[in-house]
């Protein structure tokens, strides 16, 4: 059997294309991923200027100014340092629970941000239920802290571990049920769906008007599980010396720091998509609406302002819990969760009635 060399050749050339296909798709399909990554690490290096910055001026002092213009490379100048410092494993702990630990912390909410829409049509993956994916996912991080906690063989570490679990538990049933009386409103668990839900009424058909209620109480449940004052019992270095934090140093310590960090963004990110329109504007008795449905007509430049629109609401967001965390004092883990299980939880639950009364009615 003779075979000709140009078929050869063709079926050669034809495999070569064929893997360069494979290839074309599978860096298409991670531009968007980095391109995400590297958004999400800038927010949270601007975060943390923020809070230097917004700490100070509450403190009536300088705060960082030395680190670039304004201060604006200090987080950078600490995170290069965490990575260049001795990693110290304790002797006697579990070194693979110790070791997991901070990269189940971050990882899982990394994930989170894949169902954030940030403009319209501009969303890593739309699904049907999108904000229950972010509620699973952010449960999987308290795991996290507690297998640090476990695995440092440290009685100050394994109580802020506990800590942290018994806090997420506490607050994630009032922030689920927050969500489910938004989803009843927009007839979806899609974040994108519910963003449009808000836009056909303007300014006045955001949730905050229509759920108050469920705003405050969804508002201080993020705080909690962000585990940022007054409810950083976890953490609490009067108590604890660092809660999980404690035997952790170099890069480990540094993946905790950025994981409350981006805990924080996310939590941020979400009260703007479910409570305040996400990238939609309407400005009352002033008529430009007209001017951003470029955000539905127009590519990139739509793109843009959609982002901006959404990362100025979030940021706005970020400075409430900024100023929070220097004005309430830490409060006892009893009173944690007395105000979880006794007060968010029944007024949650209120509030779910009410919306499916309202729901109900309405039909």
Known sequence: MIIDTTEVQDINSFSRLESLKEVYGIIWILIPILTLVLGITIGVLVIVWLEREISAGIQQRIGPEYAGPLGVLQALADGTKLLFKENLIPSRGNIRLFSIGPSISVISILVSYSVIPFGYNFVLADLNIGVFLWIAISSIAPIGLLMSGY?????????????????????????TLCVLSISL??????????????SKYGFWGWNLWRQPIGFIVFLISSLAECERLPFDLPEAEEELVAGYQTEYSGIKFGLFYVASYLNLLVSSLFVTVLYLGGWNISIPYIFISELFEINKTCGVFGTTI??????AKTYLFLFVSITTRWTLPRLRMDQLLNLGWKFLLPISLGNLLLTTSFRLFSL
Do not use: H, M
């Open 151 to 175: 695995g440092s063989n440290n009685k100050y570490s394994f109580l802020g571990g506990l800590r942290a679990a018994a806090q997420s538990i506490s607050y994630e049933i009032p922030l």
């Open 185 to 198: 409103l927009s007839n979806s668990l899609s974040t994108v769906d519910i963003v449009d839900a808000q």
């Open 306 to 311: 959609g982002i901006f629109i959404t990362l």
